[in-house]
């Protein structure tokens, strides 16, 4: 099995089977009311899980489960899941174990990866914050439990997210929060389902509109759009390289000046300066575009399984 895959090491290398597509009420509790958390979830998210879940039923020999963990922010009862990356576990009892020096590796890894600027939607001080934890499966079984308890070691209101891989159709994903229920005077941790909404940044809406032409028909758009501006780009250039030209050899006496042509290179050299006036919000747009790139890069590295 893939190293990057969640394993179980040495206790047992195949888990018993537990369903996890059935609704269990002593889990989940429909009737309780949440904290009133609002979750944002951006897409490079699903994304990377649904990554994960392919590679889980591709690579999958041990009968195991994928499970990850959520990267993101955190502000009151504001939750902002930005990525996410695979975890390990052991399995004890037919409990899961989270492997801790596993998740501390890949939490130094993420903090390595610079922070970007405004636009950009991780940086180094929320990108490495654990918000909470994501499974396969259409609904938390018992077992979820446990692991949930291991995670609020890490983040006391973490929240769990499950991801539906068997749904071919709609991308079915719901997010739970864990409370404290004391009915029948006993209490026990149980799940509350709560609402989330998307949320995405300009470079998210770019990369997942390529992703998703490329997938289909090996183009997108962003891609014709790139061709289209570069043809301008290399034309534009091409046109510049023909005025000094012709510049310099009237300069070096090779070629004869044509007053007309000069007075239409003086205006247009005239109405350069209202395009420097710009020229400072552009410098400063291209330097953060180009340090955004590199950081999309190593964070796909990052949360990509070999």
Not at 82 to 90: G, L, T, W
Not at 202 to 222: C, F, K, N, P, W
Not at 272 to 281: F, G, R, Y
Request: one cysteine or more; proline letters at 3%.
């Amino acid at each position: 099995m893939n190293d990057s895959e969640p394993s179980s090491s040495g206790v047992t290398s195949r888990e018993k089977s537990v369903p996890m597509d059935t609704f269990d009420d002593n889990v989940v509790c429909k009737n309780s009311v949440s904290s009133g958390s609002m979750v944002h979830l951006h897409p490079l998210v699903a994304m990377n899980i649904a990554d994960h879940a392919t590679r889980f039923q591709i690579n999958n020999k041990n009968h195991q489960y994928a499970l990850g963990v959520l990267l993101g922010k955190q502000t009151g009862r504001d939750i902002e899941i930005i990525s996410s990356f695979d975890v390990c576990y052991d399995v004890v009892d037919n409990s899961w174990i989270l492997n801790r020096d596993y998740l501390d590796s890949r939490l130094e890894q993420v903090s390595q990866i610079p922070a970007g600027g405004e636009s950009w939607a991780v940086s180094t001080s929320s990108v490495s914050d654990i918000v909470g934890w994501y499974a396969l499966g259409k609904f938390p079984s018992p077992r979820h439990i446990g692991m949930h308890t291991q995670m609020e070691q890490v983040n006391e209101s973490a929240v769990l997210l499950m991801f539906d891989h068997t749904n071919d159709k709609d991308l079915s994903m719901k997010i739970y929060e864990s409370i404290t229920d004391l009915s029948n005077n006993q209490s026990r941790t149980v799940f509350v389902e709560i609402q989330y909404t998307v949320k995405t940044t300009e470079s998210e809406r770019i990369g997942i509109d390529h992703a998703a032409g490329s997938s289909i028909s090996g183009l997108s758009t962003v891609s014709d759009v790139v061709s289209s501006h570069q043809s301008a780009i290399f034309m534009l250039n091409g046109r510049a390289q023909v005025i000094c030209d012709y510049i310099r050899e009237v300069k070096e006496g090779k070629r004869k000046s044509n007053p007309a042509i000069m007075r239409a290179i003086s205006s247009l050299v005239a109405s350069l300066p209202l395009a420097k006036e710009h020229s400072d919000n552009f410098d400063s747009q291209c330097s953060r575009g180009s340090g955004e790139a590199p950081m999309i890069a190593s964070l796909a590295t990052l949360t990509k399984g070999s």
